[in-house]
């Protein structure tokens, strides 16, 4: 691990006084639960001159606003946003996906800016002896030819197919949440499928905050509160593993026709991935376990499995269909 200088934020206007006082942003790093980044310092991943820390920043209340969203600040940790009453009553969808990810210790350190800027679990990327154009861009990509079975099939570029571990992040995608930034030129709101990037020919940014930003909430709007939901992690074992394909579903069905649905996807592609291609299709259609598994087969038409990871096509295409057939059916809700 790299010398670095250490400094506390304890409000908004500071940590971003902080994070300039570094000349070059890209070598300083705001630090909040410290569960991905320390990791990464440690393996020489990451090898920041500067962190500020904003533990005392005060982000860590879960609001209703005036128009009926939900406002969860940056600070609130996993266990306690899982746990939230309004949370575990109106988004029963985000509650159930942080709770398939980490151990309870991590949920009690881990916070909800910090979940969006986790790094991906490729092993090539933390491998410093492997090819990787994400932290060593330009340098080539061991996951194309190497043992690829946990990469991406989805939004993959010849450049990168690292998957975003988050569980989450695909409920959030599913919802429609907004993120709320600030940064030296103001504020600014995110769609939270706009937050996270495809690789493209630059995979080592996985997300399009900008240097020297900070994530200061995120908004649940009102319209994703009350609909049926699931979510569904398919892993190699039950404890703690990252997913091999997850599903996060919404779904509201009235006059025997699908009248509002949500769909979002993970452990198939650089960023939570919205299926709305799916969405399109069953929208105003019956619930039936035909027209799930058309939608399915619709969505990952474009997958580009590799050696390894070829069974995720089928993976994801059946459990999209399971999980909205369940939905349809009165079962398989959030709890």
């Given at each position: 691990?790299?010398?670095?200088?250490?400094?506390?934020?304890?409000?908004?206007?500071?940590?971003?006084?902080?994070?300039?006082?570094?000349?070059?942003?890209?070598?300083?790093?705001?630090?909040?639960?410290?569960?991905?980044?320390?990791?990464?310092?440690?393996?020489?991943?990451?090898?920041?001159?500067?962190?500020?820390?904003?533990?005392?920043?005060?982000?860590?209340?879960?609001?209703?606003?005036?128009?009926?969203?939900?406002?969860?600040?940056?600070?609130?940790?996993?266990?306690?946003?899982?746990?939230?009453?309004?949370?575990?009553?109106?988004?029963?969808?985000?509650?159930?996906?942080?709770?398939?990810?980490?151990?309870?210790?991590?949920?009690?350190?881990?916070?909800?800016?910090?979940?969006?800027?986790?790094?991906?679990?490729?092993?090539?990327?933390?491998?410093?002896?492997?090819?990787?154009?994400?932290?060593?861009?330009?340098?080539?990509?061991?996951?194309?030819?190497?043992?690829?079975?946990?990469?991406?099939?989805?939004?993959?570029?010849?450049?990168?197919?690292?998957?975003?571990?988050?569980?989450?992040?695909?409920?959030?995608?599913?919802?429609?949440?907004?993120?709320?930034?600030?940064?030296?030129?103001?504020?600014?709101?995110?769609?939270?499928?706009?937050?996270?990037?495809?690789?493209?020919?630059?995979?080592?940014?996985?997300?399009?905050?900008?240097?020297?930003?900070?994530?200061?909430?995120?908004?649940?709007?009102?319209?994703?509160?009350?609909?049926?939901?699931?979510?569904?992690?398919?892993?190699?074992?039950?404890?703690?593993?990252?997913?091999?394909?997850?599903?996060?579903?919404?779904?509201?069905?009235?006059?025997?026709?699908?009248?509002?649905?949500?769909?979002?996807?993970?452990?198939?592609?650089?960023k939570p991935w919205r299926a709305s291609v799916a969405e399109d299709l069953l929208r105003g259609k019956a619930p039936t376990p035909d027209n799930f598994a058309a939608a399915a087969a619709a969505e990952l038409a474009p997958a580009i499995p590799r050696r390894d990871n070829a069974f995720k096509v089928e993976l994801a295409k059946r459990t999209i269909a399971l999980v909205l057939s369940e939905l349809a059916s009165g079962e398989g809700?959030?709890?």
């Open positions: 691990m790299n010398n670095f200088t250490f400094s506390r934020a304890t409000d908004t206007s500071s940590a971003l006084k902080l994070i300039s006082r570094n000349p070059e942003h890209g070598t300083a790093r705001f630090l909040a639960g410290g569960t991905n980044l320390i990791d990464l310092m440690r393996e020489g991943i990451e090898q920041p001159q500067s962190l500020v820390d904003i533990t005392l920043l005060p982000l860590s209340e879960v609001q209703q606003l005036p128009d009926g969203d939900l406002r969860v600040g940056a600070m609130v940790r996993n266990s306690h946003l899982a746990a939230n009453a309004l949370v575990r009553e109106r988004y029963p969808l985000l509650s159930q996906a942080i709770l398939t990810g980490a151990s309870a210790q991590l949920r009690n350190m881990a916070t909800t800016g910090g979940n969006l800027m986790q790094r991906t679990r490729c092993y090539y990327f933390y491998d410093g002896a492997a090819l990787c154009n994400k932290r060593a861009p330009g340098s080539g990509c061991d996951a194309m030819e190497g043992f690829n079975r946990i990469h991406a099939i989805l939004g993959t570029s010849p450049q990168c197919i690292a998957t975003h571990p988050s569980d989450m992040c695909v409920a959030l995608a599913a919802l429609d949440a907004i993120v709320n930034i600030t940064g030296s030129s103001g504020e600014r709101r995110v769609a939270f499928t706009d937050f996270h990037r495809l690789p493209g020919d630059t995979p080592e940014l996985d997300t399009n905050l900008q240097p020297g930003e900070l994530i200061t909430s995120i908004d649940l709007p009102a319209s994703s509160a009350g609909l049926h939901s699931s979510y569904r992690k398919v892993r190699d074992r039950a404890s703690y593993a990252f997913a091999l394909v997850s599903v996060a579903a919404a779904l509201k069905v009235d006059g025997g026709v699908i009248r509002e649905i949500r769909l979002a996807l993970g452990g198939v592609s650089h809700a959030a709890r």
